[in-house]
């Protein structure tokens, strides 16, 4: 029986090796982060799968450090999926059968970092999962399967990362049952393609005198698991990790708030912005716990007229 080692460390790895070992095509090693980095966007521990399964686990901060590789070279297969590492030779190499990775956008376009807040921030109505054979390159290796998914400008990167958990479990089960019988032909990628920067948590700072639309958009980008997008209100962090858009042509100065929003549901602040408003609903201030935006100010903490971003 042909094996091979996954490599993940996010969300949607225990999810996967449950439905890898029901249908027959177990991992013989998995490979995940260790606790102590935890604080990475979509962070999730492989300890409860391999225990539930009986699969030998590898906890490490860097796959490129020799352990992986003592471990894996006598496999057929490497699956690395969600891992911020580029896998660098003697590993890349490691199995006869190659390496193989995710990616959720259409490649070539979309190669790099932050992928799907940047699918929301450029207002891409569709995009892909890319499932494609690892080389030296970032993003660049042989396609062997795209899976495309639509995003809809009421999709915050929450719903967004739903939607590519589902399809990389489905393109997981699919495709690695096939390429341990040597069933898959890839595919170069087409010329051309895009870069897509890296993105930081301090990239996340709210510009008020941007339009509503753009800062809507940019909040749902930085959604759980994300670290969400921020401003401030005298000296002190503000999370904002949901809003609302409202086209709207006032003259008030960007960043001040104009009034609460009374809601049996979630209640929200208005919040003018270079043009249009933004219904701010969900908040946190830094180290806390979230809450509505209305109950800041019903506490006192938001006053209206305060300007954000001071």
Same mark, same amino acid.
């Given at each position: 029986m042909k094996t091979y080692a996954f490599a993940t460390g996010m969300e949607f790895a225990a999810p996967a090796v449950d439905v890898l070992v029901a249908q027959g095509t177990p991992p013989s090693l998995l490979i995940g982060y260790p606790q102590k980095l935890q604080?990475?966007?979509?962070?999730?521990?492989?300890?409860?799968?391999?225990?539930?399964?009986?699969?030998?686990?590898?906890?490490?901060?860097?796959?490129?450090?020799?352990?992986?590789?003592?471990?894996?070279?006598?496999?057929?297969?490497?699956?690395?999926?969600?891992?911020?590492?580029?896998?660098? +030779?003697?590993?890349?190499?490691?199995?006869?059968?190659?390496?193989?990775?995710?990616?959720?956008?259409?490649?070539?376009?979309?190669?790099?970092?932050?992928?799907?807040?940047?699918?929301?921030?450029?207002?891409? +109505?569709?995009?892909?999962?890319?499932?494609?054979?690892?080389?030296?390159?970032?993003?660049?290796?042989?396609?062997?399967?795209?899976?495309?998914?639509?995003?809809?400008?009421?999709?915050?990167?929450?719903?967004?990362?739903?939607?590519?958990?589902?399809?990389?479990?489905?393109?997981?089960?699919?495709?690695?049952?096939?390429?341990?019988?040597?069933?898959?032909?890839?595919?170069?990628?087409?010329?051309?393609?895009s870069w897509w920067d890296k993105r930081r948590p301090e990239d996340g700072v709210i510009d008020w005198s941007r339009p509503a639309s753009d800062l809507y958009d940019f909040v749902r980008a930085l959604a759980a698991p994300y670290p969400g997008a921020f401003t401030s209100v005298s000296g002190r962090r503000l999370y904002v990790h949901s809003a609302d858009l409202i086209e709207y042509g006032g003259a008030e100065p960007p960043g001040t708030v104009l009034a609460p929003v009374w809601s049996t549901g979630v209640g929200g602040v208005l919040v003018a912005c270079g043009s249009g408003l933004l219904m701010v609903r969900e908040v946190q201030w830094e180290g806390e716990d979230r809450r509505d935006a209305l109950d800041l100010v019903e506490s006192g903490e938001l006053a209206v007229g305060a300007g954000l971003g001071t």
């Open positions: 604080h990475r966007s979509g962070f999730a521990p492989l300890r409860e799968a391999s225990e539930k399964h009986g699969i030998p686990l590898l906890e490490t901060s860097d796959i490129n450090d020799g352990q992986a590789y003592e471990l894996v070279k006598g496999m057929d297969l490497f699956v690395i999926a969600g891992w911020s590492q580029l896998v660098r +030779e003697p590993l890349l190499s490691a199995c006869p059968l190659g390496s193989i990775g995710l990616h959720p956008t259409r490649l070539p376009e979309g190669r790099g970092r932050a992928a799907l807040p940047w699918t929301i921030i450029k207002r891409l +109505e569709t995009s892909a999962v890319s499932l494609f054979f690892l080389d030296e390159g970032a993003d660049t290796g042989d396609l062997i399967a795209q899976r495309e998914f639509t995003v809809s400008r009421r999709d915050d990167v929450t719903e967004v990362y739903r939607k590519v958990t589902e399809i990389n479990v489905d393109l997981l089960a699919t495709y690695i049952p096939l390429l341990l019988e040597g069933r898959v032909v890839a595919r170069p990628q087409g010329p051309g393609g």
